[in-house]
C-alpha cells in the first residue's frame, strides 16, 4: 500500500510561495510526519464559483491517477474557504516560468521533443481514461529537478469543467484563450479530446517562440482570430531552427477540423516524438546554474512589478479593459460571426498601424526609389497595386500565423489573495510591445495591404443599414491580452465591475457528453469602457464625457427615475415632472448629434492641418519629406482620416437610433398623458352628470 497523508493542516509547514494561477497559490511545504517536501496548492473556493461537494468528489477521483506523467494529488481538504490540495513538488517548476527566467525566445528543439513526448504520454493516458485535460499549455506542465515532466492542474480543475463552471469561470477570471481550439470557442460546435491535441499544438509553438500565438492581442481578438485565420504554425522561412518533421507534427496538431487531428495515440508515432531523447538527458540540462525555483518566482514577480510601474496605462484597468473585451466575446456566445468579423478588422491596435504605416511607408518609398531606378517590373510592386492580388490577400489573410513581430515582455497583474489580503502578481500579466524583430518588408507589406482592405471594408460597411448586433460600437481598444493567459482575477479591479452578477441570467449553450457550456448575458453595453464608446443606457442617456464629443455630463441622479406606466396612468402632475426630463433628454441628444455632424464635415480640413500635431496620424516615413513621396503620405493620412470619419458615422448612427427612440418613447408619452383626462375635464364632467 502507498503512503498516506494527512488531511489536517498543522501536519503541513508552508514554506515558499513557487507559484500562483487564476484560482490558487502554490507553496513548497513539508509534510511534518514523514518530513518530506510536498506542493499545497491552496484553491481558492471563493473565487471557484464551483459547489464543495463537487470539487471534493472530483479531486478524490483525481487522487486516483497513476501515471508518471500526470501530477497525482496525494490528498485534499478544505481549510477556511480554501481546498488544500496535496501533491509531489516540481522543484523546477512550470516550463512557462522556466521560459520567463531563462528562454524567452523558447527552448532548442531537442528540449521542446523531450518535453511534449512526456506531455502526450500523460494526454494519452487521460484520453484512454475517457478524462480531456482542457488546459494544456506551458504553465501546467511542471518539471522536476531530474529532469520528469508532469502535466498538472487536471485534478480540481476537471469537476468545474464537467458542470461548465470552468468555462464560465473563465469567462469571469482569466484572461485569453490562445490556446482553445476553435471548436471550444466556436458556438454551436460540439468538442471533445481533440480540444487537447489543438491546445498541445499551440504549446508546441509557446516552447518554440517563448509565446503562445497572438498572445499580445487583446482576448477578443485572439478568440476572433482562432475562430477566423487559417490555423498558425511554424513558419517554414521564419523557423528555420526547427526541423521539417517538428513542424510536420504542429501542423498535424493545428488543423481546425477536429476530426482531422489525430488522436494523442496516433500521434506518439510520429517521427518527431521517435526522435526524441530522454527527459533526463535533455530536460534536466535546462536547469544547470539556475537559482532555486521559489528564488525565480520571486525575481520574476520583482521583474514584473518593475515592468509593471513603467507602463502608462494602470495595469488594473488594461486587465479590464481587455477583459471587458473578452466578455463581450466569449460569454455572448450566440454572437453574429460576420458582425465580430466586422469588429475584428476595427482592432487594429494603434501602435500596430503605427508600425504598419510606417513599414509600408518606407516601403513604398524604397518602390519608388526602385522604379525610378529600375524599370525592370518587380513582383512586389505588382502585388501592392493589383486588385486581385488585393482580393487574393483578403482571402488568404490567414494563411500565415501573425506577426509575431514584436518581442514581448511580460507584465503583470496585480490581484489579490483572499486568504490573507496581501497584493499579488501573476507571472504573465499583459505583454508590452518590445524592439521590432527583423520581419521582411513583403510580409510587412502584405499586412498593411491586409489594413488597407480592412479600411475600406469598415468605410464600406459603416454605409450600410445598421442591424442590431449586440456588438455595436467600437472595438479598437489597444491593449493586450494578459500573457499566456495566467491571468489574475480582475473581478475588482480599476473599478469595473464583474458584469456576470446576476447568475440567473446563465443559459445552457450547449451539452455534449460529458460537458455543458454556459454563457451568461452580459450587458455587453455596460461593459465597454466609458473611454471608448458611447454608453447607452436603459435609463435614458444621461451623457458621459467623451473625447469626441466634448466635456458634458449630465447626472442621472438629477433625472428622475423612470415611471411604471400604471403611475403614469395615475399621476395628474405627470406631465410637470415628465415633460422637462424628456425635453432634456431630446435636447442634448440632437445637440450631441448636432456636434457629431459639425465634428464630421470640419473634421477633414481640421485634422490635415493638424495632422503633424494630434500624434495620432501616421509619422512621416523616414527620409520621405526630402524625397518627394509627399503624395503617398497624404493618401495614408486620408485613409487614417476615413477610418476616424467610419467610426464617427457608426457613432453618430447610434446616437441617430437613440434619438429616434427616445423620439418614440417620446410621443407615446404624450399619447397617454393625452388620453389622462384633465382636472379641469373631470370637473366638467361631473359638472354635467350633477
Ligand atoms: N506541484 C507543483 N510543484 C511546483 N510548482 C507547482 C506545482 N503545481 C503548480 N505549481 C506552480 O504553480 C503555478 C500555478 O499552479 P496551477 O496552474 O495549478 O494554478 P491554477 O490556479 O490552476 O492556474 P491556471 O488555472 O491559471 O492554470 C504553476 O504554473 C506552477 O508554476
Same mark, same amino acid.
Given at each position: 500500500?502507498?503512503?498516506?497523508?494527512?488531511?489536517?493542516?498543522?501536519?503541513?509547514?508552508?514554506?515558499?510561495?513557487?507559484?500562483?494561477?487564476?484560482?490558487?497559490?502554490?507553496?513548497?511545504?513539508?509534510?511534518?510526519?514523514?518530513?518530506?517536501?510536498?506542493?499545497? !496548492?491552496?484553491?481558492?473556493?471563493?473565487?471557484?464559483?464551483?459547489?464543495?461537494?463537487?470539487?471534493?468528489?472530483?479531486?478524490?477521483?483525481?487522487?486516483?491517477?497513476?501515471?508518471?506523467?500526470?501530477?497525482?494529488?496525494?490528498?485534499?481538504?478544505?481549510?477556511?474557504?480554501?481546498?488544500?490540495?496535496?501533491?509531489?513538488?516540481?522543484?523546477?517548476?512550470?516550463?512557462?516560468?522556466?521560459?520567463?527566467?531563462?528562454?524567452?525566445?523558447?527552448?532548442?528543439?531537442?528540449?521542446?521533443?523531450?518535453?511534449?513526448?512526456?506531455?502526450?504520454?500523460?494526454?494519452?493516458?487521460?484520453?484512454?481514461?475517457?478524462?480531456?485535460?482542457?488546459?494544456?499549455?506551458?504553465?501546467?506542465?511542471?518539471?522536476?529537478?531530474?529532469?520528469?515532466?508532469?502535466?498538472?492542474?487536471?485534478?480540481?480543475?476537471?469537476?468545474?469543467?464537467?458542470?461548465?463552471?470552468?468555462?464560465?469561470?473563465?469567462?469571469?477570471?482569466?484572461?485569453?484563450?490562445?490556446?482553445?481550439?476553435?471548436?471550444?470557442?466556436?458556438?454551436?460546435?460540439?468538442?471533445?479530446?481533440?480540444?487537447?491535441?489543438?491546445?498541445?499544438?499551440?504549446?508546441?509553438?509557446?516552447?518554440?517562440?517563448?509565446?503562445?500565438?497572438?498572445?499580445?492581442?487583446?482576448?477578443?481578438?485572439?478568440?476572433?482570430?482562432?475562430?477566423?485565420?487559417?490555423?498558425?504554425?511554424?513558419?517554414?522561412?521564419?523557423?528555420?531552427?526547427?526541423?521539417?518533421?517538428?513542424?510536420?507534427?504542429?501542423?498535424?496538431?493545428?488543423?481546425?477540423?477536429?476530426?482531422?487531428?489525430?488522436?494523442?495515440?496516433?500521434?506518439?508515432?510520429?517521427?518527431?516524438?521517435?526522435?526524441?531523447?530522454?527527459?533526463?538527458?535533455?530536460?534536466?540540462?535546462?536547469?544547470?546554474?539556475?537559482?532555486?525555483?521559489?528564488?525565480?518566482?520571486?525575481?520574476?514577480?520583482?521583474?514584473?512589478?518593475?515592468?509593471?510601474?513603467?507602463?502608462?496605462?494602470?495595469?488594473?484597468?488594461?486587465?479590464?479593459?481587455?477583459?471587458?473585451?473578452?466578455?463581450?466575446?466569449?460569454?455572448?456566445?450566440?454572437?453574429?460571426?460576420?458582425?465580430?468579423?466586422?469588429?475584428?478588422?476595427?482592432?487594429?491596435?494603434?501602435?500596430?498601424?503605427?508600425?504598419?504605416?510606417?513599414?509600408?511607408?518606407?516601403?513604398?518609398?524604397?518602390? @519608388?526609389?526602385?522604379?525610378?531606378?529600375?524599370?525592370?517590373?518587380?513582383?512586389?510592386?505588382?502585388?501592392?497595386?493589383?486588385?486581385?492580388?488585393?482580393?487574393?490577400?483578403?482571402?488568404?489573410? @490567414?494563411?500565415?500565423?501573425?506577426?509575431?513581430?514584436?518581442?514581448?515582455?511580460?507584465?503583470?497583474?496585480?490581484?489579490? !489573495?483572499?486568504?490573507?489580503?496581501?497584493?499579488?502578481?501573476?507571472?504573465? +500579466?499583459?505583454?508590452?510591445?518590445?524592439?521590432?524583430?527583423?520581419?521582411?518588408?513583403?510580409?510587412?507589406?502584405?499586412?498593411?495591404?491586409?489594413?488597407?482592405?480592412?479600411?475600406?471594408?469598415?468605410?464600406?460597411?459603416?454605409?450600410?443599414?445598421?442591424?442590431?448586433?449586440?456588438?455595436?460600437?467600437?472595438?479598437?481598444?489597444?491593449?493586450?491580452?494578459?500573457?499566456?493567459?495566467?491571468?489574475?482575477?480582475?473581478?475588482?479591479?480599476?473599478?469595473?465591475?464583474?458584469?456576470?452578477?446576476?447568475?440567473?441570467?446563465?443559459?445552457?449553450?450547449?451539452?455534449? +457528453?460529458?460537458?455543458?457550456?454556459?454563457?451568461?448575458?452580459?450587458?455587453?453595453?455596460?461593459?465597454?469602457?466609458?473611454?471608448?464608446?458611447?454608453?447607452?443606457?436603459?435609463? +435614458?442617456?444621461?451623457?458621459? !464625457?467623451?473625447?469626441?464629443?466634448?466635456?458634458?455630463?449630465?447626472?442621472?441622479?438629477?433625472?428622475?427615475?423612470?415611471?411604471?406606466?400604471?403611475?403614469?396612468?395615475?399621476?395628474? +402632475?405627470?406631465?410637470?415632472?415628465?415633460?422637462?426630463?424628456?425635453?432634456?433628454?431630446?435636447?442634448?441628444?440632437?445637440?450631441?448629434?448636432?456636434?457629431?455632424?459639425?465634428?464630421?464635415?470640419?473634421?477633414?480640413?481640421?485634422?490635415?492641418?493638424?495632422?503633424?500635431?494630434?500624434?495620432?496620424?501616421?509619422?512621416?516615413?523616414?527620409?520621405?519629406?526630402?524625397?518627394?513621396?509627399?503624395?503617398?503620405?497624404?493618401?495614408?493620412?486620408?485613409?487614417?482620416?476615413?477610418?476616424?470619419?467610419?467610426?464617427?458615422?457608426?457613432?453618430?448612427?447610434?446616437?441617430?437610433?437613440?434619438?429616434?427612440?427616445?423620439?418614440?418613447?417620446?410621443?407615446?408619452?404624450?399619447?397617454?398623458?393625452?388620453?389622462?383626462?384633465?382636472?379641469?375635464?373631470?370637473?366638467?364632467?361631473?359638472?354635467?352628470?350633477?
Amino acid at each position: 500500500m502507498g503512503k498516506t497523508y494527512s488531511a489536517n493542516p498543522n501536519d503541513y509547514r508552508l514554506l515558499e510561495e513557487v507559484g500562483y494561477g487564476a484560482s490558487a497559490t502554490v507553496y513548497r511545504a513539508i509534510y511534518l510526519p514523514y518530513n518530506e517536501v510536498v506542493a499545497v !496548492k491552496c484553491l481558492d473556493l471563493d473565487r471557484c464559483h464551483s459547489n464543495l461537494d463537487d470539487i471534493r468528489r472530483e479531486a478524490q477521483t483525481m487522487s486516483l491517477i497513476d501515471h508518471i506523467n500526470v501530477i497525482k494529488s496525494f490528498c485534499s481538504f478544505v481549510v477556511d474557504r480554501n481546498l488544500w490540495v496535496v501533491m509531489p513538488f516540481m522543484a523546477e517548476g512550470s516550463c512557462l516560468h522556466l521560459m520567463k527566467i531563462a528562454y524567452q525566445e523558447g527552448f532548442e528543439e531537442s528540449a521542446i521533443g523531450s518535453i511534449l513526448k512526456e506531455t502526450l504520454k500523460a494526454l494519452e493516458y487521460l484520453h484512454h481514461h475517457g478524462h480531456i485535460h482542457r488546459d494544456v499549455k506551458a504553465g501546467n506542465i511542471l518539471m522536476d529537478s531530474d529532469g520528469a515532466v508532469k502535466l498538472a492542474d487536471f485534478g480540481v480543475s476537471a469537476c468545474m469543467f464537467d458542470r461548465g463552471d470552468r468555462q464560465r469561470s473563465r469567462n469571469t477570471f482569466v484572461g485569453t484563450p490562445c490556446w482553445m481550439a476553435p471548436e471550444v470557442l466556436q458556438p454551436g460546435t460540439g468538442y471533445d479530446f481533440k480540444a487537447d491535441i489543438w491546445s498541445f499544438g499551440i504549446t508546441a509553438l509557446e516552447l518554440a517562440h517563448g509565446h503562445a500565438p497572438f498572445s499580445k492581442y487583446p482576448p477578443m481578438k485572439v478568440l476572433l482570430m482562432t475562430i477566423q485565420n487559417a490555423p498558425p504554425g511554424l513558419d517554414y522561412d521564419r523557423d528555420k531552427r526547427f526541423s521539417k518533421s517538428f513542424k510536420e507534427m504542429v501542423a498535424m496538431c493545428l488543423v481546425k477540423d477536429q476530426t482531422k487531428r489525430p488522436t494523442a495515440e496516433k500521434l506518439f508515432k510520429h517521427s518527431f516524438f521517435k526522435n526524441a531523447k530522454p527527459p533526463e538527458l535533455i530536460v534536466k540540462k535546462l536547469f544547470v546554474d539556475l537559482p532555486p525555483l521559489w528564488k525565480r518566482v520571486k525575481d520574476l514577480q520583482i521583474k514584473d512589478a518593475a515592468q509593471l510601474a513603467l507602463k502608462k496605462l494602470p495595469s488594473a484597468e488594461q486587465e479590464a479593459i481587455s477583459q471587458s473585451e473578452y466578455q463581450r466575446g466569449v460569454s455572448a456566445w450566440n454572437f453574429d460571426v460576420e458582425d465580430l468579423k466586422f469588429q475584428a478588422s476595427l482592432l487594429l491596435d494603434e501602435d500596430e498601424i503605427q508600425e504598419i504605416q510606417e513599414e509600408a511607408n518606407s516601403i513604398k518609398y524604397n518602390m @519608388s526609389q526602385n522604379i525610378a531606378s529600375d524599370t525592370v517590373p518587380n513582383p512586389a510592386i505588382h502585388n501592392i497595386g493589383s486588385e486581385k492580388a488585393k482580393t487574393d490577400m483578403k482571402k488568404s489573410n @490567414s494563411k500565415s500565423e501573425l506577426p509575431a513581430s514584436l518581442v514581448e515582455n511580460e507584465g503583470v497583474q496585480a490581484k489579490t !489573495k483572499n486568504q490573507t489580503g496581501r497584493a499579488r502578481q501573476t507571472q504573465s +500579466g499583459p505583454l508590452v510591445p518590445g524592439s521590432v524583430l527583423s520581419n521582411s518588408q513583403s510580409e510587412r507589406a502584405r499586412k498593411f495591404e491586409r489594413h488597407e482592405i480592412d479600411n475600406h471594408l469598415v468605410a464600406e460597411k459603416s454605409q450600410q443599414v445598421r442591424r442590431a448586433p449586440s456588438f455595436s460600437g467600437p472595438l479598437n481598444l489597444p491593449n493586450r491580452a494578459s500573457a499566456n493567459s495566467l491571468s489574475a482575477p480582475i473581478k475588482s479591479s480599476g473599478g469595473f465591475k464583474d458584469t456576470l452578477e446576476d447568475k440567473s441570467k446563465t443559459n445552457l449553450v450547449q451539452i455534449k +457528453g460529458r460537458f455543458s457550456v454556459t454563457s451568461e448575458n452580459v450587458d455587453l453595453v455596460k461593459d465597454i469602457p466609458l473611454s471608448t464608446v458611447f454608453r447607452r443606457s436603459s435609463q +435614458g442617456s444621461p451623457l458621459r !464625457k467623451s473625447a469626441s464629443v466634448g466635456n458634458w455630463i449630465f447626472d442621472s441622479k438629477q433625472m428622475p427615475q423612470s415611471l411604471p406606466p400604471k403611475e403614469i396612468g395615475n399621476t395628474n +402632475g405627470l406631465s410637470s415632472v415628465l415633460m422637462p426630463h424628456l425635453q432634456n433628454l431630446f435636447q442634448q441628444t440632437s445637440i450631441q448629434l448636432d456636434l457629431i455632424v459639425n465634428l464630421l464635415s470640419s473634421l477633414q480640413t481640421s485634422e490635415v492641418e493638424n495632422a503633424p500635431q494630434n500624434g495620432k496620424l501616421p509619422p512621416l516615413p523616414r527620409g520621405s519629406d526630402t524625397n518627394g513621396s509627399v503624395e503617398s503620405i497624404v493618401s495614408e493620412r486620408e485613409r487614417m482620416l476615413l477610418t476616424t470619419i467610419s467610426e464617427l458615422q457608426a457613432r453618430m448612427n447610434t446616437l441617430n437610433d437613440e434619438l429616434t427612440s427616445e423620439k418614440l418613447k417620446y410621443m407615446q408619452l404624450q399619447q397617454r398623458l393625452n388620453a389622462v383626462p384633465t382636472r379641469e375635464e373631470d370637473e366638467d364632467r361631473r359638472g354635467g352628470d350633477s
